[in-house]
């Protein structure tokens, strides 16, 4: 016999929901990343780099000009920085980001339980990470977008691989 089926405590955060959340999340995040990378700049001695830089110039041009040291650090920053702060967040008692928490959004386990640090680590790998992924990245986008619009319990396929559940406030 199996067991009884979960019943979400709250209703599931559709995709519109979380799409501003991700918004929200992303002008938090992005503050203080490019804080961070004019601190990385100067203490390379490249911020005269960021000023010759041209609309119009190719993109191998300008990573030449900054250097791959330069481009290495700000990946680092950026997907640890951004890592941390989803795991972190989700894991907390807070249940969210601060994105989802402005819209009264949390993230569960299947169970309804808080999750863990690790499973919010996978969750964000799932979604996050794997889409930046070149040549992979914008179809696995499009199609977790798309899970999290249309599936029962309004999981995107991050959701699915990390056996969680984005619920709203009811």
């Not at 979400?8 to 992303?26: C, E």
């Not at 609309?55 to 920053?77: H, Q, Y």
Request: proline share 5%; charged share 10%; hydrophobic share 50%.
């Amino acid at each position: 016999m199996y067991p009884p089926a979960f019943v979400a405590p709250a209703p599931y955060a559709g995709f519109w929901l979380r799409f501003v959340a991700a918004i929200i999340d992303g002008v938090i995040l992005g503050i203080p990343i490019v804080v961070i990378v004019i601190l990385i700049a100067g203490a390379m001695g490249i911020s005269g780099a960021f000023q010759n830089i041209r609309p119009d110039e190719n993109p191998g041009a300008v990573f030449a000009m900054l250097g791959i040291g330069f481009v290495f650090a700000v990946l680092a920053v950026s997907v640890v920085g951004t890592w941390l702060y989803f795991a972190a967040m989700e894991s907390s008692s807070l249940q969210g980001t601060l994105g989802k928490k402005a819209l009264g959004l949390y993230v569960t386990d299947m169970q309804g339980n808080r999750v863990t640090f690790g499973r919010a680590t996978g969750r964000y790998l799932g979604g996050r990470f794997l889409g930046c992924v070149p040549g992979l990245g914008g179809l696995y986008f499009i199609v977790d977008c798309i899970c999290a619009g249309i599936t029962d319990k309004k999981q995107a396929l991050h959701d699915m691989m990390a056996g969680c559940l984005v619920l709203r406030k009811g």
